[in-house]
């Protein structure tokens, strides 16, 4: 873990968490009044500007909060106790927080209604089996270029995103505080909050099983 205060990391981590959210849906927005009704092309704006965003801002963040902006990743480091209870809980609880802002934000932005809910619903087995395999994914790619090429992590975190949202069917949320967050937005980000628990479920299951696959994967034979 990082040197600074525990107050300092909290402070990026929602603030990772913020900005992330702002460029997720406010790209979403943007792209959705762009791409003229075609949806391809407004995922694919959508994914390029989040898969940009995200290894800039775990290089800005990730010296001082380690940069998780995900209570799935979070789960992860205390699963491997590379992080404790009180903070892992404080950390969830930040990153849930800057989400939201960073939601209400990109609405600002845009001259949309701050405050909305979402009707995009999200449903079926397909869908959480997605969101499952997106965060299993993605906890593999940190473990395994923070264990053997750490400088990469960042641009393996926006590279994988990048693909997850056009190989996952559920167009890869992959996190909790992210799926809490866009189910207050009635845009094209968005997901009705009656979908979101199926998502944060999958997501968090996605992420225990990806700890215990990789921390045997990565392990080293120990000699006698």
């Known amino acids: 873990m990082t040197g600074f205060s525990l107050s300092r990391r909290l402070a990026a981590e929602a603030l990772g968490a913020g900005l992330l959210l702002t460029v997720v849906v406010g790209s ?3 792209a959705e009044r762009l791409a003229g009704g075609n949806v391809a092309i407004a995922l694919l704006g959508n994914t390029l500007a989040t898969a940009a965003a995200l290894p800039v801002l ?4 990730g010296p001082v ?11 992860a480091f205390l699963l491997r106790r590379e992080l404790g209870w009180k903070a892992a809980l404080a950390y969830v609880a930040a990153q849930t927080a800057g989400a939201v802002l960073g939601v209400w934000t990109a609405h600002a932005m845009f001259a949309e209604p701050i405050l909305q809910v979402s009707t995009k619903l999200r449903d079926g087995p397909a869908q959480a089996f997605s969101e499952f395999v997106a965060t299993f994914g993605l906890v ?3 473990f395994a270029t923070l264990r053997f090429r750490p400088g990469f992590t960042p641009t393996a975190v926006g590279l994988y995103i990048a693909s997850a949202y ?4 559920s167009t890869s949320f992959a996190n909790p505080a992210v799926t809490l967050a866009r189910s207050l937005s009635d845009s094209f980000a968005g997901i009705a909050p009656v979908s979101a628990p199926t998502f944060i479920a999958a997501q968090v299951l996605g992420s225990i099983a990806a700890v215990g696959l990789f921390g045997w994967l990565l392990q ?5």
Not at 220 to 224: S, V
Request: cysteine-free.
């Open 28 to 30: 979403g927005i943007m």
């Open 58 to 61: 775990i290089v800005m963040f």
């Open 65 to 75: 909060s380690g940069a998780q902006f995900n209570p799935a990743v979070t789960l």
């Open 140 to 142: 593999g790619v940190i």
């Open 166 to 169: 056009w190989f996952a069917a």
């Open 220 to 224: 080293e034979k120990t000699r006698p």
